[in-house]
């Protein structure tokens, strides 16, 4: 099932594209390990008029992950968004890949696998950054500290703003059923959670799930986000899931990434608080909260509609 971007490439990842994407993530036999070092200036490590798109390029193609932020870097510094003397531990925007396998952290890098995220990026210094640096895919204004999407029903919708390029990314999770989850996300209008941390919260609902007998009737992933939970109650076995969450571009992306990873059926979907939400009682409820939410609420309505409550 090939699904194209909105942007016009290959950015969406389904299982016809997966194995080939995450062959590009190796390196080649020629691929130079560089390591800047990360507390002194630059400006004193590197000259930074020869470094520019083809510096330290393999053959293969890739550049060191360094090298890559150091390039985005000098920008940075030419364009006065960081002090002359920036380093790469102190004035580096967050840089998030544009493919998450698992627990796999490419040193080297490709053209378009790069998210970047600063608080003081302009549309100016975005229109470079994706004009001189090939390995920068797309550009985010915001911070990291942050909580992208909709915290709760008394707060509002908040989003990074995409200054160039595209934002489309993909976690993809090895799960313990021997089975893989796709996930495909525009990163301005979502939280950012890599597939290492995903990974952890459906180990601990797989433990779960072994170590208690639980009925594989109903289950809710109540606050779903973009579906990882509910997709792996499916794949593992339960009848039925009910999804809900009360950000509607969750729900958009929820559904594309049930087409995505197949799945054909016995769900329903919802857009509300979870503690407004009517259901009827269900073997199993998955509280995934935002970090520092008080979810108390949540979890009152949960153990009373719910044989059986997991709190990620």
């Known amino acids: 099932m090939s699904r194209k971007c909105s942007c016009g490439k290959n950015c969406i990842t389904t299982f016809e594209n997966l194995d080939e994407k995450i062959e590009k993530l190796n390196e080649c036999e020629n691929c130079e390990d560089i390591q800047i070092k990360k507390f002194n200036p630059l400006n004193d490590l590197i000259n930074l008029k020869i470094l520019d798109a083809n510096y330290k390029r393999c053959s293969c193609g890739k550049r060191p992950l360094d090298i890559v932020m150091s390039h985005i870097l000098k920008i940075m510094i030419e364009e006065k968004i960081v002090p002359e003397n920036a380093t790469l531990r102190r004035n580096s925007p967050v840089p998030l890949s544009e493919f998450y396998y698992s627990s796999f952290n ?138 809900n969450d009360i950000y509607p571009q969750a729900i958009e992306n929820l559904k594309e990434n049930l087409k995505v990873n197949e799945i054909d059926g016995n769900y329903e979907i919802y857009n509300e608080a979870f503690e407004d939400l009517k259901t009827p009682k269900v073997d199993l409820c998955v509280i995934d909260a935002f970090p520092n939410d008080d979810a108390s609420e949540i979890i009152k309505k949960a153990e009373e509609i719910a044989d059986n409550v997991l709190i990620i």
């Open 106 to 243: 490419p040193q080297f890098i490709n053209e378009d696998a790069l998210i970047i995220l600063h608080p003081d990026f302009t549309g100016k210094v975005a229109s470079r950054l994706i004009e001189e640096v090939p390995e920068v895919k797309g550009v985010l204004k915001g911070s990291p500290q942050e909580t992208v999407g909709q915290l709760n029903k008394n707060s509002q919708i908040k989003h990074f703003e995409l200054l160039a390029g595209c934002d489309m990314q993909t976690n993809v999770m090895r799960t313990l059923i021997n089975d893989k989850i796709i996930i495909n996300k525009n990163q301005s209008r979502h939280h950012i959670e890599v597939a290492t941390t995903t990974e952890g919260k459906l180990i601990k609902l797989h433990n779960y799930l072994e170590n208690n007998e639980i009925e594989k009737g109903i289950a809710i992933d109540a606050m779903c986000g973009s579906g990882a939970i509910g997709i792996y109650l499916l794949k593992y076995g339960f009848e039925k899931v009910i999804f």
